[in-house]
């Protein structure tokens, strides 16, 4: 825990947070002959009380010498920075109770959420309801990719019958229109983002972009103000001003259309859900806090690389990766290799039929992050420190994902390409801990031959 | 016509049409079929409708510009990214809405944020985010033909 809180506190975003916590500590104590004019509450004195107890010691239990870093504390946790601009007392109990790498990712999204008049009154909305729904709001704005504004804006349900409509007409008119005006006005831009030519011949065909087998791009097209709460711009037609032609719903002109990295679009679509943006009733408007590309990103927000947007520069976050995609893939052979129906004899065939794909993108991810650690570890980037974190994630992600392919009777070449990935982490652990003994001109910890054995199994 | 028949009819309007798709073509049969109804159950889902075995019995998934049709497994898309199966796909939709709504199973994808999914014996095209209803469909070979057909016609005008 202490770690975690140094690491947070050593972040880029923390120091954000420093910084925003200094100007918002200089805002409270600084008179003012405009109380309606300040955009927080004044703060309690009650506040501060815990804060008061906090000691340098207590956050920098390893490392108190740490010269590089930042050494001070701040005045303001999160929960305070957004009790000064008047977020209710549910949704402070919802920043309490969210993980430090949730708390983080909101500290660097505060100014800019704030900024949006009507953020207040989505918090408020969303602070009448349940925790459990707070909790999924928080969360899915801190899920929000950097690369997304998040502006507040009036949701305005249409009926189904027009969401229907409005859908068809997409289907049928805009999305053909909206891919051949990608070909025409941003074939430069799809080009560097690693669109092959024949995909730019599908969208100057009005189709969407796949591959010369068939394969699609990881994107969707997003209407960046939702379809179904439009409001007039789902009701009422006119002519679009970059297409032209027949009139037709404003939601649907080239304008308010995106070509956007799936997981973006997934991402957007939560805040979306935690808002419960379905249960809205037709007819009522309700102001929703929603992702959008930024300005310069308006017809297409991408990553020159599709797989995954980048690797961070540490090794504890790049190994967050695998975690998610290894999970998912072993629960699911778990579950099958409990089940009593099942034989060695189905081993290969259920592999092929159910898990293929996914163990094949899950060893893609893997060697990823393993050449970056390795490259991380032969430029010195990587402290000893970092041994433990790293043998962590091969014991609780990669060993149970090789111990569940051998339960299913996976086909040897697949536990095989799993034992070269957890060998090459296990090379990189062990030379943290060379680095280490070297320091401090000890030996090696005992026990640790143990759990050098490929995978964890001695 | 049988259900084999039909959906092998409808594969093969898909195939013919102006995009091309990538078809899945790993080998799921009625042992497989058996696993991965227990895979759903056991996370409340129903058993894959029969119609919809025989289709995967045929294509074990689809992806390209007209829908994408799940799978158990995940699906290839370019560059090495993934499309997730039915169980992650369902999960994903009962998440993102109201808790009070009924928790169905995805088979499919649509653009326009749109889903497939199949409940009370029919496939519905819907929207993932308010759950309206923009198509119904009694079996998977019409969903596959008419939105090929559709999508097509679409294009041709376009194009005039």
């Known amino acids: 825990m202490a770690k975690t809180l140094q690491n947070a506190f050593n972040s880029k975003a923390y120091r954000h947070a420093v910084a925003l916590s200094v100007l918002a500590l200089n805002a409270a104590i600084t008179p003012q002959q405009d109380a309606a004019a300040l955009p927080y509450v004044l703060r309690e004195n009650t506040v501060f009380e815990e804060k008061a107890q906090a000691r340098p010691e207590q956050i920098f239990p390893y490392y108190p010498a740490a010269e590089n870093k930042?050494?001070?504390?701040?005045?303001?946790?999160?929960?305070?920075?957004?009790?000064?601009?008047?977020?209710?007392?549910?949704?402070?109990?919802?920043?309490?109770?969210?993980?430090?790498?949730?708390?983080?990712?909101?500290?660097?999204r505060t100014e800019e959420l704030f900024s949006n008049r009507d953020f207040l009154t989505v918090l408020h909305q969303a602070g009448s309801g349940k925790a459990k729904n707070i909790?999924?709001?928080?969360?899915?704005?801190?899920?929000?990719?950097?690369?997304?504004?998040?502006?507040?804006?009036?949701?305005?349900?249409?009926?189904?019958?027009?969401?229907?409509?409005?859908?068809?007409?997409?289907?049928?008119?805009?999305?053909?229109?909206?891919?051949?005006?990608?070909?025409?006005?941003?074939?430069?831009?799809?080009?560097?983002?690693?669109?092959?030519?024949?995909?730019?011949?599908?969208?100057?065909?009005?189709?969407?972009?796949?591959?010369?087998?068939?394969?699609?791009?990881?994107?969707?097209?997003?209407?960046?103000?939702?379809?179904?709460?439009?409001?007039?711009?789902?009701?009422?037609?006119?002519?679009?001003?970059?297409?032209?032609?027949?009139?037709?719903?404003?939601?649907?002109?080239?304008?308010?259309?995106?070509?956007?990295?799936?997981?973006?679009?997934?991402?957007?679509?939560?805040?979306?859900?935690?808002?419960?943006?379905?249960?809205?009733?037709?007819?009522?408007?309700r102001?929703?806090?929603?992702?959008?590309?930024?300005?310069?990103?308006?017809?297409?927000?991408?990553?020159?690389?599709?797989?995954?947007?980048?690797?961070?520069?540490?090794?504890?976050?790049?190994?967050?990766?695998?975690?998610?995609?290894?999970?998912?893939?072993?629960?699911?052979?778990?579950?099958?290799?409990?089940?009593?129906?099942?034989?060695?004899q189905m081993g290969k065939k259920l592999f092929n039929a159910a898990f293929a794909h996914a163990f094949d993108h899950t060893v893609n991810v893997w060697t990823r992050v393993t050449e970056h650690i390795e490259r991380l570890n032969a430029t010195g980037s990587l402290r000893h420190q970092e041994a433990e974190d790293l043998q962590k994630t091969?014991?609780?992600?990669?060993?149970?994902?090789?111990?569940?392919?051998?339960?299913?009777?996976?086909?040897?070449?697949?536990?095989?390409?799993?034992t070269r990935i957890g060998d090459r982490m296990q090379a990189v652990i062990a030379s943290l801990h060379e680095q280490k003994s070297a320091q401090s001109g000890s030996k090696p910890p005992q026990g640790q031959k143990a759990k050098d054995a490929p995978n964890g199994h001695a | 016509m049988d259900m084999h028949e039909k959906i092998a009819a409808a594969?093969?309007?898909?195939?013919?049409?102006?995009?091309?798709?990538?078809?899945?073509?790993?080998?799921?049969?009625?042992?497989?079929?058996?696993?991965?109804?227990?895979?759903?159950a056991k996370r409340g889902y129903p058993n894959i409708p029969d119609d919809y075995g025989v289709f995967l019995s045929q294509a074990a998934g689809i992806v390209g510009p007209y829908f994408t049709l799940l799978t158990m497994d995940a699906l290839p898309l370019a560059g090495g990214a993934l499309q997730q199966g039915i169980i992650e796909e369902s999960d994903a939709f009962n998440h993102s809405a109201d808790e009070d709504a009924a928790r169905v199973m995805v088979v499919g994808k649509?653009?326009?944020?749109?889903?497939?999914?199949?409940?009370?014996?029919?496939?519905?095209?819907?929207?993932?985010?308010?759950?309206?209803?923009?198509?119904?469909?009694?079996?998977?070979?019409?969903?596959i033909a008419d939105t090929v057909r559709k999508k097509d016609a679409a294009l041709r005008t376009a194009a005039k």
């Open chain 1, 70 to 108: 930042i050494s001070i504390l701040s005045p303001l946790s999160l929960s305070e920075i957004w009790a000064n601009h008047g977020a209710p007392g549910s949704i402070l109990e919802g920043l309490a109770r969210q993980s430090a790498e949730v708390q983080e990712k909101l500290v660097a």
């Open chain 1, 135 to 285: 909790d999924k709001l928080l969360g899915s704005i801190a899920a929000i990719p950097p690369e997304m504004d998040i502006i507040t804006l009036a949701y305005t349900r249409i009926t189904p019958e027009q969401n229907k409509d409005v859908w068809q007409e997409f289907q049928a008119r805009s999305e053909p229109a909206f891919y051949r005006h990608l070909a025409a006005q941003h074939a430069d831009e799809l080009k560097a983002a690693g669109f092959c030519d024949y995909a730019l011949s599908c969208l100057s065909r009005g189709l969407s972009p796949t591959t010369a087998d068939g394969m699609p791009y990881n994107v969707d097209v997003d209407h960046i103000v939702e379809r179904a709460g439009g409001g007039r711009m789902s009701t009422a037609k006119s002519v679009d001003p970059v297409a032209g032609g027949e009139p037709s719903y404003p939601i649907n002109h080239i304008g308010n259309l995106c070509l956007i990295m799936k997981q973006w679009h997934h991402s957007k679509n939560d805040l979306n859900g935690a808002q419960n943006i379905g249960a809205t009733p037709v007819g009522e408007t």
């Open chain 1, 287 to 344: 102001m929703l806090c929603m992702a959008v590309p930024s300005l310069e990103h308006r017809a297409a927000l991408l990553n020159a690389e599709l797989v995954q947007p980048y690797l961070p520069p540490t090794a504890r976050d790049s190994t967050y990766f695998v975690q998610g995609t290894s999970l998912l893939l072993t629960q699911k052979m778990e579950d099958v290799a409990a089940e009593a129906s099942f034989t060695p």
């Open chain 1, 394 to 418: 091969r014991d609780d992600f990669l060993s149970p994902l090789t111990a569940a392919c051998q339960k299913t009777h996976a086909p040897q070449e697949a536990l095989e390409k799993l």
């Open chain 2, 11 to 40: 594969l093969d309007v898909l195939r013919n049409a102006e995009g091309k798709s990538y078809f899945n073509t790993v080998p799921f049969d009625k042992d497989v079929l058996q696993i991965c109804n227990i895979l759903l």
């Open chain 2, 110 to 143: 649509m653009s326009g944020n749109a889903r497939v999914i199949y409940q009370d014996g029919k496939y519905h095209v819907v929207d993932a985010a308010t759950r309206d209803i923009f198509r119904t469909y009694d079996d998977i070979a019409d969903f």
